[in-house]
C-alpha cells in the first residue's frame, strides 16, 4: 500500500517493520531478541527503538511466537528512515530470513503518554480522509497483571472481525508485562468506532479504574508508505 504522497515529508518519521523468521533461522530471531536494539546504536538518526517479539501468529494472547518479531524506530527525517530501511544491513537480514516482511513508515499526529520515559512528537496534522495506525503499548504492574489478561482475549476476538482494519499484531518487550498493540485502520472514524465500544472499551475503562499500568503510550499516525506482506496480505 504505497499511499502515494506528492508533497514533502518534514519532520520526524516512525518505521515498524514487521517479520515472519523462518523455521532454518529461528534461532539467529531469538538472539537478535536477546540483543534488543544495541545492535542499532549507531544507525544514522535514529532516536529510539525497540525490538519487540509477537504474541502466537502475530495476536495478543499469553503463548509467544517463535517467529514472528516487530522493530518500532523513530527517526529524525524520512531521508534518515528510507535510509536506514533500504541500505542497513540488519533490514536486509530480516529479510532474506522471513517469510514475511512489512515495512510501514509513519508520521505522528497524536502521542499521549511515554515509552521509557519517551514521548513523540507531532509531525503530522489529524486526517480527514484516509487510512490512520496506532500503537497502544503499556507497561503493566505486576499485581495486576492477571486482571489485566482477563480483558486481552475479548478484545483480540473483537479486533479480528472488526469493519475497517487493515493490519493488526500483538508485539511485546516482555513478555505478560510489557505489551503492545499496532494497528492500520481505513479512517479514524473505524479506528474510533472499536477504541470506544465493546471489549476494548470494556478494557480501557478498567485500566484507568484500577490502575493497571505503570507507563503507558497511545500515539496515533498518517501512514506514508505499507510495503512487504504480512498474515496473508500484500502490500504494495
Known amino acids: 500500500m504505497h499511499l502515494g504522497l506528492t508533497e514533502p515529508v518534514n519532520g520526524q518519521v516512525v518505521v515498524v517493520l514487521l517479520a515472519d523468521i523462518v523455521q532454518s533461522s529461528r534461532w539467529w530471531g531469538w ?3 536477546v540483543q534488543g536494539s ?3 546504536r549507531s544507525v544514522p538518526g535514529l532516536l529510539f527503538a525497540k525490538l519487540l517479539g509477537s504474541g502466537h501468529e502475530g495476536g495478543f494472547g499469553l503463548k509467544p511466537s517463535a517467529s514472528r518479531q516487530g522493530l518500532f524506530a523513530l527517526f529524525e527525517s524520512a531521508q534518515t528512515a528510507d535510509d536506514f530501511v533500504a541500505h542497513t544491513q540488519w533490514v536486509q537480514n530480516y529479510q532474506q530470513r522471513s517469510a514475511d516482511f512489512c515495512c510501514v513508515k509513519l508520521q505522528t499526529w497524536s502521542c499521549r503518554g511515554t515509552w521509557d520515559g519517551f514521548s513523540l512528537s507531532e509531525a503530522a496534522l489529524e486526517p480527514i480522509h484516509g487510512p490512520v495506525a496506532a500503537l497502544t503499548r503499556a507497561s503493566i504492574k505486576l499485581g495486576k497483571a492477571p486482571a489485566f489478561w482477563r480483558h486481552a482475549p475479548p478484545s483480540e476476538r473483537a479486533l479480528e472481525r472488526v469493519q475497517g482494519c487493515q493490519l493488526a499484531v500483538g508485539l511485546g518487550e516482555a513478555p505478560l508485562l510489557r505489551q503492545a498493540t499496532f494497528t492500520i485502520w481505513d479512517s479514524v472514524a473505524d479506528m474510533n468506532a472499536y477504541a470506544r465500544s465493546g471489549a476494548h ?3 480501557i475503562q478498567a485500566a484507568a479504574q484500577h490502575g493497571y499500568f505503570a507507563e503507558s503510550m497511545f500515539a496515533r499516525f498518517v501512514p506514508l508508505q505499507v510495503k ?9
Do not use: E, N, P
Not at 512487504?228 to 504494495?236: D, E, R, T, V
Open 38 to 40: 544495541a545492535a542499532l
Open 228 to 236: 512487504g506482506q504480512w498474515q496473508g496480505k500484500s502490500y504494495a
Open 201 to 203: 472499551l470494556q478494557a
Open 31 to 33: 538472539l537478535r531478541i
